[in-house]
C-alpha cells in the first residue's frame, strides 16, 4: 500500500513510500508501529501525527488494505 | 422563512493572488449592503523576530481544499450573509505576499465582520496546510499558537478538522 507523510514527519521519512501490507486485518496503528520499527523513526508514534486513510481522518483502530491510501500528518499549521 | 443559500466560493492557488480591485461591483452582483474583506500578509519576521526568506505552505491534493470548501460553507450557514469569497495561496511566498484573501457580503455589516472573523479563526488554526518559515535560522515549522486556539475556542461547533475531530 501506498503511504504519505506531510508536514514535518515528512523530513523523517520522506514524501511516500510503498508499504507491504503482509498481513489481513491490520490496523493504522500496526502500520504505524511497524514503520516506526522499520525506518527508526520514534517520531512517527507520536500522538500528534494523525492519520487519514483514503482522505478521511481516522482513528488507530481504523482498518487497511493493500488498496488504501494512507497518509500521516504532522499537525497542521493552519492557513 | 429559512435564509436563502449564500454564494459561495473557496479556492486555492499555488499562484499570487489577485484580490478583486472593483469591491463594489462584486457586491452588487448579489445585492449587498455591506462587503467585508480580509487581507492576510506573510510578514518580513518570525515571532521572536528573526528575518525570514519565505514562508513555504504545504498542501495534501485533496484534503487541504476540502477543509477550505467545508469551512467556508460552515460560515455561510451559520452568518446572515449572502456571498463568502475565499482565496487560499499554497507553495513558497516570500514576505509581503497575499497568503489569503477573505471577502463576505451580507445585506448589513455585523454579519459581514462576523463571519469573516470566523473563517479566518478557523482557516488559521483548522484549514489544512503545513508552513514553515525559512531563513538564516534554517527552517522551522508551525503550530497554531495558544492565541490561535483561543480564538478558535470561541466558535465550537462543527470542527472537523480541530485536532481532536478523531481519536
Same mark, same amino acid.
Given at each position: ?29 500496526? @502500520?504505524? !508501529?511497524?514503520?516506526?520499527?522499520? !525506518? ?11 492519520? %487519514? @486513510? ?7 483502530? %481504523?482498518? @487497511?488494505? %493493500?488498496?488504501?491510501?494512507? @497518509? ?8 | ?12 492557488? #499555488?499562484?499570487?493572488?489577485? +484580490? ?8 452588487? &452582483? ?6 467585508? *474583506?480580509?487581507?492576510? $500578509? ?21 484534503? *487541504? ?6 469551512? *467556508?460553507?460552515?460560515? #455561510? +450557514?451559520?452568518?446572515?450573509?449572502? =456571498? ?13 505576499? $497575499? ?12 454579519? =459581514? ?13 483548522? =484549514? ?7 531563513? =538564516?535560522? #534554517?527552517?522551522?515549522?508551525? &503550530?497554531?499558537? +495558544? ?21
Amino acid at each position: 500500500m501506498t503511504v504519505e507523510f506531510y508536514g514535518q514527519i515528512r523530513d523523517l521519512m520522506g514524501a511516500s513510500l510503498e508499504f507491504d501490507l503482509s498481513r489481513d486485518g491490520s490496523t493504522v496503528a500496526d @502500520v504505524r !508501529h511497524q514503520l516506526a520499527k522499520d !525506518h527508526g523513526c520514534d517520531a512517527l508514534l507520536a500522538s500528534g501525527i494523525r492519520a %487519514a @486513510v483514503n482522505d478521511e481522518l481516522v482513528g488507530e483502530g %481504523a482498518r @487497511v488494505t %493493500a488498496q488504501d491510501s494512507l @497518509v500521516f500528518m504532522s499537525p497542521l499549521s493552519g492557513g | 422563512m429559512a435564509k436563502p443559500a449564500p454564494y459561495i466560493a473557496a479556492r486555492l492557488t #499555488g499562484e499570487p493572488i489577485e +484580490a478583486p480591485v472593483n469591491k463594489n461591483a462584486w457586491a452588487r &452582483e448579489v445585492d449587498a449592503g455591506a462587503v467585508v *474583506t480580509f487581507s492576510g $500578509l506573510v510578514r518580513a519576521t518570525t515571532k521572536s523576530g528573526e528575518p525570514i526568506d519565505r514562508l513555504v505552505l504545504e498542501v495534501h491534493p485533496r484534503m *487541504t481544499q476540502r477543509s477550505i470548501e467545508e469551512i *467556508t460553507a460552515q460560515g #455561510g +450557514a451559520r452568518f446572515d450573509v449572502m =456571498a463568502i469569497n475565499v482565496v487560499h495561496r499554497h507553495g513558497v511566498l516570500i514576505p509581503g505576499d $497575499l497568503i489569503v484573501w477573505v471577502a463576505v457580503a451580507s445585506a448589513h455589516r455585523q454579519s =459581514a465582520f462576523n463571519c469573516a472573523d470566523y473563517l479566518m479563526d478557523r482557516l488559521k488554526s483548522e =484549514a489544512v496546510f503545513w508552513k514553515r518559515e525559512e531563513g =538564516a535560522f #534554517g527552517r522551522r515549522w508551525i &503550530e497554531p499558537t +495558544a492565541d490561535d486556539r483561543a480564538r478558535l475556542d470561541r466558535w465550537s461547533d462543527n470542527l472537523s478538522f480541530a485536532p481532536d475531530a478523531v481519536s
